[in-house]
């Protein structure tokens, strides 16, 4: 018996118990009947139990080198070294679905295992939900995707990953992007079961504020990481191209970004309900959407995987995501309406609402560039469109965006005050000084003369409301006690260091897009090249054989540092070649060498880039996330649990 086997029996098992585990917690549910939905919460954790089984025998099928499964020869090799080899796993088509499935288990089962602060109503609906879409893709990894497929005759050695996938971004990037995709079920399972049950009111967003933000989190840094991968790894300069499957992964991002906002305007005065259920919704619906996009080939990009069988399957799945969320909206869409009057336009309020408006704008624009080359095909014509397209369509709209955060916070809730209008001049001071500072340096690119000013509005709001909370604790408690009101409101506090993070994210995406500077040079040995004020002396070639590739090495002196940029050619691949940028990194630049290729004389061709403030979108990125973590340590709300009636109370 191969370890193939145990897997592929793990799955089959899979399936039934997460069905019989739906059912179970579906008639619990109805019945009102505590053993019922308990037997569901084991046998949630009993799906994890076996889908742990299942990937195990995976990868220890890649370590064994077990090239008679199909899957194992086509991602891995003899010369892999472990820890690629390891990766692989998730690798291809269908080990991915199995990671899917794997995290969508796990995070089923640290729910169950920590539900006792969600609403005991909404639990079993929960967990059939998430069985429901677990279900879906234990079916698919059974038929039409099973990575544990043996062939006839096993070959002597594997095909191997792609030479861009044996990099250090391998290991983190993908699984990081899939889990991220993977944690929005858990929202949506909630929004499903709050409208079955009809618990339409803000108990199920407390319930879910975790998940969500933790879900936020994943995926901003699966998308970070990415952006690092391909700015590192890609050779050509940028670190985001949108292209189709980086937009797909954007846009549950960007719905999730207003649903975190608008949320707290249905804490805070009861409103959006409907709309607050929506974004929930719409956030997974766009994951199964680009799970389709990336699964199908339909679209092209140079994350797709080929033309496939699963592609109808994930259609057949958003169909049936649509109609089912569509249905239970509609059925509760008089319970959806607010009593409450709406706030002023210039309100905090209003600036929330026209915030997701203004996001959800941006996700139209990225869906519509997304999908445009499929619905131009059908007539015909197949149209792209580039990097121009999403710059002129979506830039107004996230200028509007930063202009709102900038102003938002100091507006209370109810309507403008001539405290707020004072508390204004702040932002307002801080923009012009920014803009003025521009003009006085020669800039006159209008993008940029609203960018890098609203980010300074955004972070003149950010430090005057973190110096207000530290004033006011330095009032009660002196310096000792300064720091107490941001220690006990975590949660508001929290969300103005992940606004600054976005700040410094923000400053160095502007800078680098404006003011890269670039230039292809042929030097001999000996010659320089200046950039921005960058000077690099060329020095000559080498040429390397390594186990698996060969290397063209080319060094270049930068101050007492030496870059050397390079081109490998693996011979196995059919001479398919690949380029490894040099980067050297300040705080103010990058300074990022591409070898073009060399010439018989001695010479090479270069194109340097100086690309300013990258570094700054990196740590920016870990701020963000470290202003999410605070906020999310926050004191838990207590959430009333409705007491359910014992079996035997309920059977008589």
Known sequence: MHFSDVGIISLILAVG???????????????????????????????????????????????????????????????????????????????????????????SAIFVLTSRQASAVLVPYVIATLMGIQIFFLLVLTTVSNPFVRLPVAPPDGVGLNPLLMDPGMLVHPPMLLMGYMSFSLSFAFAVAALITGKLDSEWLRSIRRWTLASWSIQTTGLLLGAWWAYHVLGWGGYWGW???????????????????????????????????????????LVVFGTFI?????????????????????????????????????????????????????????????????????????????????????????????????????????????????????????????????ALRWPVAAAAAMLILML???????????????????????????????????????????????????RRYGAYLAHLGLVVVVAGIASSHFWQQERDVTLSPGQQVSVSGYTLTYRGTDQRQLPDHSELVAAMTFGDKTLEPARATYAGLGGQSLTHVAISTTATADVYVILIGANPDGSATFRVLVNPLVSWIWAGAIVIIVGVGL???GERRPVPVPALVPARQAAS
Not at 245 to 252: D, F, R, Y
Not at 262 to 271: K, N
Request: proline share 4%.
């Open 243 to 285: 292209d189709p499957v980086e937009n797909v992964a954007l846009m549950p991002w960007l719905a999730t970004t207003a649903y975190l906002h608008s949320s707290q305007v249905q804490e805070r005065r009861g409103r959006l309900r409907a709309w607050n259920f929506g974004l929930v919704i719409t956030a997974f619906l």
């Open 17 to 107: 118990v997460a069905l019989s585990t739906g059912i179970v917690a579906v008639l619990g549910a109805m019945r009102h009947n505590l053993r019922l939905i308990a037997g569901a919460r084991w046998g949630a954790l009993g799906v994890t139990l076996l889908l742990i089984l299942a990937s195990a025998s995976l990868i220890i099928s890649f370590l064994i080198h077990d090239f008679g499964v199909n899957y194992v020869a086509q991602q891995s090799s003899l010369t892999m070294p472990w820890y690629f080899t390891t990766a692989a796993f998730y690798g291809g088509q269908e080990g991915s679905l199995l990671y899917w499935a794997l995290m969508l288990s796990i995070f």
């Open 440 to 490: 006085a340096a020669g800039v006159r690119s209008v993008p940029a003369l609203l960018t890098l000013p609203a980010t300074c509005g955004v972070a003149a709001t950010c430090a005057l409301e973190l110096w207000r909370a530290i004033a006011r604790g330095r009032r009660q408690g002196g310096w000792a006690g300064a720091l107490a009101p941001l220690a006990r409101r975590r």
């Open 631 to 633: 906020g999310n340590l």
């Open 294 to 422: 990336v699964r199908s080939g339909v679209v092209p990009s140079v994350h797709t995987f080929a033309i496939s069988a699963i592609g109808p399957w994930f259609f057949a799945f958003l169909f049936i995501c649509i109609v089912f969320s569509g249905v239970l909206l509609a059925l509760r869409a008089g319970g959806l309406k607010s009593a409450h009057e709406p706030a002023p336009a210039v309100s905090r309020e209003g600036a929330f609402v026209l915030q997701n408006l203004l996001l959800i704008g941006v996700v139209g624009v990225v869906f519509w560039g997304t999908v445009l080359p499929l619905v131009s095909g059908l007539f015909g014509q197949e149209r792209v469109v580039g990097a121009s397209y999403y710059e002129r369509a979506a830039g107004p709209l996230l200028v509007a965006v930063l202009a709102l955060m900038a102003a938002g916070p100091l507006l209370p809730w109810r309507g403008m005050g001539r405290q707020a209008a004072r």
